[in-house]
């Protein structure tokens, strides 16, 4: 999935760039106001996510993808500085559920299953550097930090019993990016489209140690709770309006 993503990224650069290429006008564009058209934007973003460690979603046989992955899941704000700079900021949500069976158990006749109910909500602020390639094309860099915070329920049912463990936390971590924006149109035009891809790291967090706990005791088993790690690699794409 990280290779998809890293090739789709590629692709777009060399697509945009080759059109910027053809029509990158006779002054340069370094020469362009940042600010003469538009000082802050806003826009909707739809996230794909690569995780760095899936070790908790292969443990329980769950997808390890947000259960609506079409619908856009983040809006964000920018205001652009001097010399290129601008500050962003970006709020989304992702949810998971799903469900498995035949877990915990090695008697493929013992009838269990286990399931997955879990929201992330997230704040991301970002440091960003453009650089004009044309008036309507732009690449960027940046680095920022995050704030997560999820709420979630795994349950675990045998042919017996029924565990679960509800449990919330909010986790930090920091983040790098690049991506390009291009200009929908001409250069006064208020739209863009904006892709762009970021690596994160967050903090681990347990959802499961309690029932882990309390499954191993009620049937003396020994297995082990698998963090749940929400790093990695995220693709996005955007629909900006500048003002």
């Known amino acids: 999935m990280q290779k998809v993503l890293l090739m789709v990224l590629a692709v777009w650069m060399g697509v945009l760039s080759g059109t910027a290429a053809a029509e990158r006008p006779a002054n340069m564009a370094g020469t362009m106001d940042w600010h003469q058209d538009s000082n802050m934007a806003v826009w909707l973003q739809w996230d794909f996510h690569a995780y760095r460690d899936t070790d908790f979603f292969d443990f329980w046989g769950l997808e390890d993808q947000a259960s609506c992955r079409w619908a856009p899941n983040g809006v964000g704000y920018e205001v652009k500085l001097p010399n290129y700079l601008a500050l962003e900021v970006v709020v989304g949500y992702t949810g998971f559920e799903d469900d498995a069976s035949n877990r915990l158990d090695e008697d493929e006749d013992e009838e269990n299953s286990v399931s997955l109910d879990l929201d992330t909500f997230y704040i991301q602020f970002s440091v960003k550097r453009y650089w004009p390639l044309t008036d309507l094309l732009y690449a960027y860099g940046g680095f920022g930090a995050d704030l997560m915070y ?62 882990i706990n309390v499954v191993n005791s009620d049937a003396d088993t020994d297995f082990s709770s698998r963090d749940l790690n929400l790093g990695g690699f995220t693709l996005s794409a955007g629909i900006k309006y500048s003002f």
């Open 150 to 211: 999820l709420d979630g329920t795994v349950e675990y049912r045998n042919a017996t019993t029924i565990y679960r463990e509800e449990s919330s936390d909010t986790i930090y971590g920091g983040h790098v990016l690049a991506g390009m924006e291009y200009r929908i149109g001409q250069r006064q035009s208020p739209f863009s489209v904006d892709l762009r891809l970021a690596y994160t790291l967050l903090q681990s967090v347990s959802l499961d140690q309690g029932l």
